[in-house]
T-cell receptor
Framework: AQKITQTQPGMFVQEKEAVTLDCTYD???????LFWYKQPSSGEMIFLIY??????QNATEGRYSLNFQKARKSANLVISASQLGDSAMYFC????????????FGQGTTLQVKP | DAMVIQNPRYQVTQFGKPVTLSCSQT?????MYWYQQKSSQAPKLLFH???????NEADTPDNFQSRRPNTSFCFLDIRSPGLGDAAMYLC?????????????FGAGTRLSVL
């Protein structure tokens, strides 16, 4: 069965420091995509970063990087130089090349950045 | 500029009174999704359209329907809202169902049922 697990319900980080949000996944499908989304209190789901299962290098997008360890089935999000605006819920999600292409979400991690 | 637009942002309806939520996109994507997200939970897919083909999730209640009159627009109809249907409803689009294609979300409609 396909599943995403985020084991950290809540995290705190000091402004300007780096933080890692954990994500593990489970699938037997060889072709999949891993995504991180940010959801502020306003509710919008904002795409942050994508990693394909066949990608050799870890994805990076500005202050966001994805630590992809395929053998361990983990896809942790690293946010460098945290800002107050980073305070939000973060979802890890997986997508298979199935007939629906739906996103399978983890339960989310609430990140609070302290000034 | 917003690429996936949901209207209204907030919707209040009465128990049992039909309600329609709207989603439009400027991305010309083939696939449009509707997710339901209850408080402090992950989004849950209700159904999606691939072009004109409607695909319902097995556990989506019959109370929920959808229409896609053209590529740009997709509607979520709740025929008889119950208190348990109060949630955030998120519309998303994607170029295809392939794993590598990003799903882009709208800002959501927060539905309250009185």
């Amino acid at each position: 069965a396909q599943k995403i697990t985020q084991t950290q319900p809540g995290m705190f980080v000091q402004e300007k420091e780096a933080v890692t949000l954990d994500c593990t996944y489970d699938t037997s499908d060889p072709s999949y995509g891993l995504f991180w989304y940010k959801q502020p209190s306003s509710g919008e789901m904002i795409f942050l970063i994508y990693q394909g299962s066949y990608d050799q290098q870890n994805a990076t997008e500005g202050r966001y990087s994805l630590n992809f360890q395929k053998a361990r089935k983990s896809a942790n999000l690293v946010i460098s130089a945290s800002q107050l605006g980073d305070s939000a819920m973060y979802f890890c999600a997986m997508r298979l090349s199935s007939n629906t292409g739906k996103l399978i979400f983890g339960q989310g991690t609430t990140l609070q950045v302290k000034p | 500029d917003a690429m996936v637009i949901q209207n209204p942002r907030y919707q209040v309806t009465q128990f049992g009174k039909p309600v329609t939520l709207s989603c439009s996109q400027t991305l010309n994507h083939n696939v449009m999704y509707w997710y339901q997200q209850k408080s402090s939970q992950a989004p849950k897919l209700l159904f999606h359209y691939y072009d004109k083909d409607f695909n319902n999730e097995a556990d989506t209640p019959d109370n929920f329907q959808s229409r896609r009159p053209n590529t740009s627009f997709c509607f979520l109809d709740i025929r008889s809202p119950g208190l348990g249907d109060a949630a955030m409803y998120l519309c998303a689009t994607s170029r295809s169902v392939l794993a590598k294609n990003i799903q882009y979300f709208g800002a959501g409609t927060r539905l309250s049922v009185l």
